[in-house]
């Protein structure tokens, strides 16, 4: 795989197209590649003159040890809010509703392999601090849960299709 970001438009997407990370833009190729992989996604919305966003660009996403982590255990996807404010919208609300905290730029937000977010936050350091966790803990926990909780997912989502067709038989 590669950073997928080179025939994007927006500035900011631009501004991510030599990360060692994977990115993909928002697209269908990269909701059916995590299918395709049964991995989670990793979604990063952000904006060209974001000052947080400019940070954690450097300190994580630039990082080859950070990368190669998000490469091996999530597809990457990177969103410029200003190119798509309804994305932005809903994972805004979504973190909210989720953490019960504000978000705001970087949003970084986990999501299954199906596009729907089980966590997230905003900027997270590269080393733990002010009780904020390192971002490569925050990596780490978020495949380790996905991983041991993806079957259940796909349980409930077979319970779900099983009883929304029950008026059809």
């Known amino acids: ?3 997928l970001l080179k025939n994007e438009k927006s500035p900011y997407l631009k501004q991510h197209e030599n990360n060692p990370v994977h990115w993909y833009p928002w697209s269908k190729k990269a909701l ?7 991995k989670p996604i990793f979604l990063s919305v ?24 998000m490469n091996e255990k999530f597809i ?11 994305l932005d919208y809903v994972f805004q ?10 978000g705001g730029w ?40 996905y991983g041991k909780n993806r079957e259940c997912q796909n349980f409930m989502e077979k319970i779900e299709k099983k009883s929304s067709n029950k008026h059809l038989e």
Not at 59 to 69: C, K, N, R, V, Y
Not at 76 to 86: A, G, M, Y
Not at 93 to 102: D, F, I, N, P, Y
Request: charged fraction near 25%; glycine fraction near 6%; proline fraction near 5%.
């Open 106 to 145: 970087p949003l970084s937000m986990f999501l299954d392999e199906n596009g729907v977010p089980f966590s997230g936050g905003t900027y997270f350091p590269t080393k733990e601090i002010y009780g904020r966790p390192s971002f490569i803990n925050i990596l780490n926990q978020m495949s380790e849960f």
């Open 46 to 69: 952000g904006y060209a003159s974001c000052h947080w966003c400019h940070v954690m660009a450097h300190e994580s996403f630039e990082d080859q040890s950070t990368a190669s982590i």
């Open 32 to 38: 059916n590649k995590a299918k395709e992989l049964k």
């Open 93 to 102: 609300k979504s973190l909210a509703l989720l953490t019960e905290t504000q």
């Open 1 to 3: 795989m590669e950073n």
């Open 76 to 86: 990457n996807i990177k969103v410029d809010r200003e190119e798509r404010p309804d």
